[in-house]
């Protein structure tokens, strides 16, 4: 097979928008102005400034960011983007639906605020619609991204007190997860900020033990930038261990850092690094180590089975993750299909190249014997209309400047992509002369 660049699985329109969106997010002025812009556009309550009801700035909006990381606000809108990711040569896609809550940082909710019944349980069926809509838009192998804060504030009310779903969102979250075992789809529950996360993790385990006795449904989200995380992490395996059911984890780095309180980060990005690196590594090859050690509180060192997403746009941790893998598999010892996941618009230098491995892996004999050791590439992507997506937007543009390092090695990609699609045209349009 011949040497292609990875980009070259994306058509020249997409190559271009990309490189003008790397562009702005390299440039400190203009990303600042931009994420001040959407961050006033997203947080204003202005009717003239509601993006769903000005058509202007609906208009400039819908052709720039939201098409470069959003699926789209119809079914068929999205069925279709869908399906040119696949075509592309994507395993699956993550999808979620784009309504999201988020506080202040280190902001309190308060315990004993009351909640119009009525108004609380419109909020959740409407939630619940919003997820059961998205659940009919994937196909089996594909994975739904669910966000507890978005089914209203009784419910973050609850998730922050710690508390077991009260009736009416635990009846709505076992519809969702009875139909996403019917139809083999995988149900990402979202981290969110950390004082929401304990309460999430708790709901998160109560349907795992419930619906992961076999095969992973249910997922938990782990952020390597936490310091907590290897103890947590290391006490949920303890359970799935203890208590006979699949661990679902995706993995990823964080995406709440200006929205929490910083003395819970890791105080440098090596650090964080490592820790991902480390809690991968222990994941991939079922056997616990310096970074993700045993539980004080563990009956059983043994490591229960895993079911593993990599979420992450780092090259390096890529590398690292596939090489073990292909250790792992080579020994017979891999015991879960590897997942990577990356965002839609972001880092398509790492997805395109996990899609081009998948596809040669699978072309090779070599690795006929080694189905398992094929990376399995995914795009996350949300979807609904463009006010829903803002806050989703606003996360983006802030995660691109705390990453100028690796947005500019992906605009260098780009830019060598699109110098090869001109040189090609151009040869071609020579030839006809």
């Known amino acids: 097979m011949p040497f292609q660049p990875p980009l070259s699985l994306l058509s020249l329109r997409v190559l271009i928008r990309s490189y003008l969106i790397a562009a702005l997010s390299v440039s400190p002025r203009l990303l600042t102005l931009s994420l001040g812009l959407l961050s006033i556009l997203a947080n204003s309550k202005s009717p003239f400034l509601n993006i769903d009801r000005n058509p202007v700035f609906r208009y400039v909006l819908r052709k720039t960011l939201y098409a470069h990381f959003c699926a789209g606000e119809t079914i068929g809108e999205v069925r279709t983007t869908l399906s040119r990711l696949k075509e592309i040569g994507y395993k699956g896609v993550i999808l979620a639906h784009a309504k999201e809550i988020v506080l202040e940082a280190g902001k309190n909710v308060a315990a004993d605020e009351k909640y119009d019944d009525l108004v609380a349980g419109l909020d959740v069926e409407t939630w619940k619609h919003s997820n059961l809509e998205t659940l009919k838009m994937v196909e089996e192998g594909d994975f739904v991204a669910v966000k507890f804060s978005g089914a209203g504030p009784q419910v973050v009310q609850q998730l922050a007190q710690g508390v077991q779903p009260a009736k009416m969102i635990e009846n709505a979250i076992v519809e969702i997860c009875d139909i996403a075992q019917s139809k083999r789809v995988g149900l990402l529950i979202d981290a969110e900020q950390s004082f929401l996360q304990p ?47 699949t661990l679902g984890v995706k993995l990823v780095r964080g995406a709440y850092m200006s929205n929490d309180l910083p003395h819970l980060f890791w105080s440098t ?40 997403i990599l979420a992450t746009h780092n ?119």
């Open 315 to 433: 090259h390096f941790s890529v590398q690292k993750a596939m090489e073990i893998q292909k250790q792992e598999a080579a020994k017979r010892q891999t015991r879960f299909d590897l997942c990577f996941g990356q965002l839609m618009g972001m880092a398509d230098e790492v997805s395109c190249e996990l899609v081009m491995s998948g596809i040669k892996s699978k072309a090779s004999k070599a690795s006929q014997n080694l189905e398992q050791g094929v990376p399995l590439a995914y795009k996350y992507l949300p979807w609904g209309s463009v006010g829903e997506c803002m806050m989703y937007l606003v996360r983006r543009a802030e995660e691109n400047r705390s990453a100028v390092a690796r947005t500019e090695r992906g605009r260098s990609a780009l830019k060598s992509e699109i110098s090869r699609w001109v040189f090609k045209l151009w040869t071609r349009m020579l030839s006809t002369f």
């Open 269 to 308: 990005k090596q650090e964080t690094d490592c820790n991902y690196n480390g809690v991968a590594a222990a994941l991939i090859q079922s056997e616990y180590n310096d970074v993700l050690r045993p539980s004080l509180a563990a009956k059983n060192l043994k490591f229960p089975k895993v079911k593993l």
């Open 199 to 245: 309460g999430i993790d708790l709901w998160m385990l109560r349907y795992q033990r419930k619906y992961n006795k076999d095969e992973a449904v249910v997922y938990g989200t782990y952020q390597a930038y936490l310091q907590s995380t290897p103890e947590t992490l290391s006490r949920h395996l303890s359970i799935a261990q203890d208590e006979g059911f």
